[in-house]
C-alpha cells in the first residue's frame, strides 16, 4: 500500500501491483518531488504524463494536487488493472458528477514506445517516469525519444525521472535539457526542460 500525500486526495491509500516487477516511488521521495512541483507551479491545470507508471502513484498525486488532464501508461495488465482499481476508488473514472469534474484520467495498457506511437492528445506539461531499474539506458532513451516524435511532449514541458542512484542521466531527446538532479539515499532524481521550459519552470 501507498498513499497520496497531499491535494484533495491526500492520505488516501493506493493499492501497488503484488510482486517486485513494479517499485512504488517512495512517500519521501514523491513528498519532496511534488513540493518542488507546487513551487514551480509544474502541476496545476496541466496535463500530466505518468510512464512506466506501476501503480499509479505519481499520476494520481498530480491529480489530486489539481492536473487537468493526466495519462497513465503501463505495459503490464495486471499492473494497469491495479491502476483503473485506484483510479475508480478516487472516483476518477469519469462521467456525470464524478470526483474528477472536468479533470481527465485515461489508463493505457501499453508499452511507452506503442504508446508514443499513437495520435498524440496533446502534448504533456509535466512528464514523469518511473522506469524500473533493470530498464537499460538505451531503452530508456529511446521510449523518451519516441514521446518527443510523437508529440507527446510539449515544446515547454518539464520533464522529471527517477532511476538508480547509481544509473547515469538519461539521454534526453534532442531540445529537451537536463537542468537539475536530486538523490534520495539510492533513488535520483533527474530534471530536463523541453524548449521553453526555461521560461516557465525550474530551478
Not at 498513499?3 to 484533495?8: D, L, M, N, Q, S
Not at 493506493?14 to 519532496?32: C, F, I, M, N, Y
Not at 494520481?60 to 483503473?84: H, P, T, Y
Not at 524500473?132 to 529511446?142: C, K, M, T, V
Request: charged fraction near 25%; glycine fraction near 16%; charge should be neutral.
Amino acid at each position: 500500500m501507498t498513499r497520496i500525500i497531499g491535494g484533495r486526495f491526500g492520505g488516501r491509500l493506493l493499492q501497488a501491483p503484488k510482486g517486485s516487477a513494479t517499485r512504488p516511488t517512495s512517500d519521501r521521495v514523491r513528498e519532496s518531488l511534488f513540493s518542488r512541483l507546487d513551487a514551480w507551479d509544474a502541476i496545476e491545470g496541466l496535463a500530466v504524463l505518468d510512464v512506466y507508471a506501476g501503480s499509479g502513484a505519481l499520476g494520481l498525486e498530480a491529480a489530486s494536487r489539481g492536473a487537468a488532464r493526466v495519462d497513465l501508461v503501463e505495459a503490464d495488465a495486471k499492473a494497469a488493472a491495479v491502476i483503473r482499481g485506484n483510479v475508480t476508488a478516487l472516483g476518477l473514472g469519469g462521467g456525470a458528477g464524478s470526483a474528477g469534474g472536468g479533470l481527465q484520467v485515461r489508463v493505457h495498457v501499453s508499452t511507452v514506445r506503442t504508446f508514443a506511437a499513437r495520435p498524440a492528445l496533446g502534448g504533456a506539461d509535466l512528464v514523469l517516469g518511473d522506469p524500473p531499474y533493470p530498464l537499460g539506458e538505451e531503452d530508456l532513451a529511446g521510449d523518451l525519444a519516441a514521446l518527443a516524435a510523437g508529440g507527446w511532449i510539449a515544446p515547454d514541458a518539464l520533464l522529471v525521472i527517477e532511476r538508480s542512484s547509481r544509473s547515469p542521466e538519461p539521454a534526453w531527446p534532442a531540445g529537451i535539457e537536463g537542468v537539475d538532479e536530486k538523490k534520495y539515499g539510492e533513488t535520483r532524481l533527474w530534471f530536463a526542460r523541453a524548449g521553453s521550459g526555461a521560461d516557465k519552470f525550474g530551478p
